[in-house]
């Protein structure tokens, strides 16, 4: 369904079934595969690829080039995973010679009015709620979900199942399985209520929360915790998970709670 009044750059590669509304604008060098729906006033730029049964909503912007003054004009890619949801305004910037590609995974939700800034990789199964701003080369790993207007600072990672409340200023990396926040942020307990829901036991859950014990309320330093969460804790995927997320931080991870002072 190819409407008359949308303009189709006669290179791009658009699967026969993919609808496409009016006053759509696709440029050369792009892909859009099978099931996918371009509604009004979208605009898809050089270097896209849509996924598989997307839905794309007015006023969004896919591909345009990056918000970076480093960037020259090479050719670099923005990539959109099958059945992945994106709402009213949101943009999604193409990579630069950092990455050479910015990546939204499949079956994530992008809501309105969300910014996804060059190189960065967003996994699968991701929620990202109205306005958040996610900078160049943030790292969030599936089944995120993060609130709305957050604002991520440039490179931090963000672990998978982690929930972060609205309105946070992420600016540490938040490993994964917890729920974040407060200003400054930090940790808020273990992400249960979400685990439960993708089939995690109450033992994993346990350990989990046992691990952050060590990590984040026996006033430790990062590297004395994983000593004893390593000596102390079985050997686990989440365990493992977490070990390596902590040690491979770059910016470092986010604390416990600060309370309140009088």
């Given amino acids: 369904m190819k409407q008359p009044l949308a303009y189709i750059h006669p290179e791009a590669k658009i699967a026969p079934n993919v609808v496409i509304e009016p006053f759509v604008s696709i440029d050369k060098n792009v892909v859009i595969e099978e099931g996918t729906t371009i509604a009004s006033n979208v605009t898809i730029m050089e270097g896209s690829r849509i996924g598989k049964n997307c839905k794309i909503f007015p006023g969004a912007v896919i591909?345009?080039?990056?918000?970076?003054?480093?960037?020259?004009?090479?050719?670099?890619?923005?990539?959109?995973?099958?059945?992945?949801?994106?709402?009213?305004?949101v943009t999604v910037n193409r990579g630069t010679k950092a990455k050479g590609k910015t990546v939204v995974g499949s079956n994530c939700l992008l809501m309105?009015?969300?910014?996804?800034?060059?190189?960065?990789?967003?996994?699968?199964?991701?929620?990202?709620?109205?306005?958040?701003?996610?900078?160049?080369?943030?790292?969030?790993?599936?089944?995120?979900?993060?609130?709305?207007?957050?604002?991520?600072?440039?490179?931090?990672?963000?672990?998978?199942?982690?929930?972060?409340?609205?309105?946070?200023?992420?600016g540490k990396d938040v490993p994964p399985y917890v729920k974040a926040g407060r200003e400054r942020i930090s940790y808020a307990g273990v992400n249960s209520i979400g685990l439960?829901?993708?089939?995690?036991?109450?033992?994993?859950?346990?350990?989990?929360?046992?691990?952050?014990?060590?990590?984040?309320?026996?006033?430790?330093?990062?590297?004395?915790?994983?000593?004893?969460?390593?000596?102390?804790?079985?050997?686990?995927?989440?365990?493992?998970?977490?070990?390596?997320?902590?040690?491979?931080?770059?910016?470092?991870?986010?604390?416990g709670y600060y309370p309140d002072k009088a």
């Fill in 63 to 89: 591909g345009a080039i990056p918000q970076d003054l480093k960037f020259s004009g090479e050719e670099t890619t923005a990539e959109i995973g099958d059945n992945t949801t994106i709402r009213e305004c």
């Fill in 196 to 255: 439960r829901r993708r089939s995690f036991t109450n033992e994993q859950i346990r350990d989990i929360q046992n691990i952050y014990r060590y990590l984040f309320q026996m006033g430790l330093n990062n590297s004395d915790a994983i000593e004893r969460i390593e000596a102390e804790m079985p050997a686990s995927k989440e365990r493992d998970e977490i070990i390596l997320f902590v040690r491979n931080s770059q910016r470092g991870i986010i604390k």
């Fill in 112 to 170: 309105a009015y969300t910014h996804i800034a060059h190189d960065a990789f967003v996994g699968d199964n991701v929620i990202l709620a109205n306005a958040v701003q996610v900078a160049g080369e943030v790292v969030i790993d599936d089944f995120a979900i993060i609130g709305g207007t957050s604002a991520i600072h440039q490179f931090v990672h963000i672990g998978a199942h982690v929930m972060v409340a609205g309105g946070t200023l992420i």
